[in-house]
T-cell receptor, first 115, second 113 residues
Framework: NAGVTQTPKFQVLKTGQSMTLQCAQDMNHEYMSWYRQDPGMGLRLIHYSVGAGITDQGEVPNGYNVSRSTTEDFPLRLLSAAPSQTSVYFC??????????????FGAGTRLSVL | GENVEQHPSTLSVQEGDSAVIKCTYSDSASNYFPWYKQELGKRPQLIIDIRSNVGEKKDQRIAVTLNKTAKHFSLHITETQPEDSAVYFCAATYYSSASKIIFGSGTRLSIRP
């Protein structure tokens, strides 16, 4: 299993540009989440999904959109990039049931710079 | 909503000494508390977790304690080694539901030789 795969690993955008961060998992996990990591701020939840077709907002959802059309994929869209969205973005997935259901598996991260 | 506070933000200990990181959560319904370790440039990985029906859990040099009344939980690392240097995150959630997992702000632990 590849686990959780994020692309791209690095990205530089200009203010106002849009882009999609990709996340895919091959573990058949029901739950998927997007976090951003900023120095001194920890991991802040942007959006999450408990299954295909179901998404919900996290702590810092403004400026980001998500959709979950399949169990495997959970893309994060930046509609109009701003310098405040410069961060490292992590996608994570976990099972929805069973003994290990709360163990989150993280992707390798996407480092995004907005100029 | 759920809020998790973590202290200290940085911690430096002599190799071989113990390190303690503390967290406080706000939602009394939370009953599952994982700890993640993130080495430099790597992704966070689960190192230990505890559920609220247990007061303490140990795994070799790592232990977690939980005080449900005070809504505090802590990570204890004994006999610290250089490979323990990393950022540690606590988190809280409600085990049985589809709740979000909310993380603390992280503690950067440095082990001095």
């Amino acid at each position: 299993n590849a686990g959780v795969t994020q692309t791209p690993k690095f990205q530089v955008l200009k203010t106002g540009q849009s882009m999609t961060l990709q996340c895919a998992q091959d573990m058949n996990h029901e739950y998927m989440s997007w976090y951003r990591q900023d120095p001194g701020m920890g991991l802040r939840l942007i959006h999450y999904s408990v299954g295909a077709g179901i998404t919900d907002q996290g702590e810092v959802p403004n400026g980001y959109n998500v959709s979950r059309s399949t169990t495997e994929d959970f893309p994060l869209r930046l509609l109009s990039a701003a310098p405040s969205q410069t961060s490292v973005y992590f996608c994570a997935s976990r099972r929805g049931t069973g003994k290990t259901k709360n163990i989150q598996y993280f992707g390798a991260g996407t480092r995004l710079s907005v100029l | 909503g759920e809020n998790v506070e973590q202290h200290p933000s940085t911690l430096s200990v002599q190799e071989g000494d113990s390190a303690v990181i503390k967290c406080t959560y706000s939602d009394s319904a939370s009953n599952y508390f994982p700890w993640y370790k993130q080495e430099l440039g790597k992704r966070p990985q689960l190192i230990i977790d505890i559920r609220s029906n247990v007061g303490e859990k140990k795994d070799q040099r790592i232990a977690v304690t939980l005080n449900k009344t005070a809504k505090h939980f802590s990570l204890h690392i004994t006999e610290t080694q250089p490979e323990d240097s990393a950022v540690y995150f606590c988190a809280a959630t409600y085990y049985s539901s589809a709740s979000k997992i909310i993380f603390g702000s992280g503690t950067r632990l440095s082990i001095r030789p």
